[in-house]
């Protein structure tokens, strides 16, 4: 069962009982006695909640929303065959095709508000609430108030740029997404430009680093890594810089980041991720003869321990997930298929052998033999296939992960080094990752020579289409890329003879993905452009 918030309004009464029962009142607190005293500032910091979970402490609870997970059709990762759609899933993924064909129906309907945008927003009001209450409880220490100072900034700043890389246009220039710095009943902020939020972004990192620092909580915390600590911080920096293009400052402190935690989770031979084949399907041929096999595994455990598996995963900076509300079902595309080593990365071999697409069109695309009672598809109905239809990411019970990851600043650290002209340093870094991402050393060392071409590679397969959208945003943006999505779709999904060429250039509009309808009218704000 996925947790989803209750619907709030922005701009105006915004419920706060998820968060703690001294919170569930009205959002005007003014001289209420019910927000009196840091330790509850300091609980409502502490919630896990604010990053996705009831209680991380032991695993037990769930993900909460489907954070980023609207652009994931997007992408040029993910791929529907107009045959596969048709033929396989045309009857369960309408709202995934619209969006997959970069139409905004679905994307400005008020009832998906619950996968990003309102989830977002009601946190931000969270963390200002702590703010403005800071210096009018009942203080205890000066460290534990540094502390929860340190961590709302922390979050605001965090969850504020989740929004720029999804609602803007990379452009310093393009329209932002203001910042919302109070809880101020009917107060709109204003867009401002892209340049005016992430400058109000690193001036609340910077204050929340020096009132971690203060607050001497500069090492990493893995059992309570849902507060977070400098190193948390440095990671979260790191990201933001190499979105912004600015290498050194990703560099320093992706490199800080991993002096403080730098764990890799080696888990090809960990129990919790061993694969249990499951379902065997015959492909034929037309004679009817069995050609080939398909064989669909399961890491069982780890899907039983559910979000547990997330609260365990040691290379976390901060257990920020995302199931996969739209798309999560999509097959890969060609291109990211051909990127993969089958044989020997423990990647691909652990996380992609579920075929949750042909699980989902098995009931168009499978068949029983009634003599056998063995299952396989149809030498025609196997030609309407590619291998890649039959691939999407699954792990964590469904669920992608958002927040930093040692894996992640590992990859912006060979990145940055590469297109310093460090390739050799680059090279080792990869080789650092990889070793624990292949079955062998050896595998995971073979031709790696650290271009940036080979460390944006790595890092799609190690990030997923989950991050794609994103990552084509920043390379058009920071590097003029170049990076076109070209994909043949249907204008009538049912209809295979209404194929039609989409491409989307750098510079369409529509790399900033449409508010949701009812909130650009609330706050008036004008709707991002090219969206039907």
């Not at 009943?185 to 609340?204: K, N, Q, S």
């Not at 912006?412 to 460090?422: F, N, P, Q, V």
């Amino acid at each position: 069962m996925k947790k989803i918030y209750t619907i709030i309004v922005l701009l105006g009464a915004i419920v706060l009982g998820s968060c703690s029962d001294f919170l569930d009142e009205t959002t005007d607190k003014s001289g209420s006695a019910y927000i009196y005293h840091m330790d509850q500032l300091y609980g409502l910091t502490g919630s896990t909640d604010l990053y996705l979970f009831s209680n991380v402490s032991d695993g037990e609870g769930i993900s909460g929303t489907a954070y980023l997970t609207e652009a994931l059709p997007l992408s040029d990762a993910v791929e529907l065959t107009p045959e596969f759609y048709v033929y396989g899933l045309l009857a369960g993924e309408p709202t995934t095709y619209d969006t997959y064909c970069w139409k905004g129906e679905s994307l400005t309907a008020s009832m998906n508000m619950m996968w990003t945008w309102t989830p977002v927003w009601e946190r931000i009001y969270r963390f200002n609430t702590v703010l403005e209450y800071l210096d009018k409880v009942i203080q205890t220490t000066e460290a534990i108030r540094n502390q929860v100072e340190g961590e709302a900034r922390f979050g605001r700043a965090y969850y504020h740029f989740m929004l720029l890389t999804q609602y803007c246009l990379w452009g310093d220039d393009k329209p932002g997404i203001g910042y919302r710095d109070n809880t101020t009943t009917g107060e709109v902020p204003g867009r401002e430009t892209v340049a005016y939020t992430l400058e109000h972004i690193y001036e609340d990192l910077r204050l929340a680093e020096e009132a971690l620092i203060k607050a001497g909580r500069t090492t990493f915390d893995r059992t309570h890594n849902f507060r977070p600590t400098v190193p948390t911080l440095q990671a979260f920096r790191a990201r933001v810089a190499l979105y912004r293009g600015d290498y050194e400052l990703a560099l320093s402190n992706a490199t800080e980041a991993l002096k403080a935690h730098s764990t890799l989770v080696d888990f090809k031979d960990d129990p919790d991720y061993e694969l249990e084949p499951w379902w065997f399907i015959n492909v034929l041929d037309e004679e009817g003869e069995v050609v080939d096999v398909i064989e669909i595994s399961s890491m069982f455990a780890l899907d039983d321990m559910d979000t547990e598996a997330v609260a365990k995963y040691e290379e976390l900076y901060l257990p920020n997930i995302s199931w996969e509300g739209m798309g999560g079902t999509c097959p890969i595309s060609e291109s990211f298929y051909k990127l993969w080593d089958q044989e020997n990365d423990a990647r691909w071999i652990h996380f992609y052998s579920s075929c949750t697409p042909l699980l989902m069109a098995s009931g168009s695309l499978v068949e029983t033999d009634t003599n056998t009672y063995e299952d396989y598809i149809s030498h025609e109905k196997w030609q309407r296939l590619k291998p890649w239809n039959l691939y999407s990411y699954s792990r964590f019970a469904g669920n992608s992960l958002v927040g930093m990851t040692t894996a992640e600043m590992y990859l912006i650290k060979a990145e940055c080094e590469a297109r310093s002209g460090e390739t050799g340093m680059a090279a080792e870094t990869l080789k650092t990752l990889r070793r624990t991402r292949f079955m062998d050393d050896a595998s995971a060392e073979v031709g790696v020579t650290g271009s940036v071409q080979e460390v944006l590679d790595e890092r799609l397969r190690e990030m997923g289409a989950f991050w794609r959208f994103y990552d084509v945003k920043r390379l058009n943006g920071a590097e003029n890329a170049g990076i076109y999505v070209r994909r043949e779709i249907l204008t009538d999904p049912t209809d295979l003879s209404t194929r039609i060429q989409l491409e989307i250039a750098p510079d369409d509009p529509r790399w900033a993905l449409p508010f949701y309808t009812f909130e650009a009218a609330t706050m008036g704000w004008e709707q991002n452009g090219g969206w039907e």
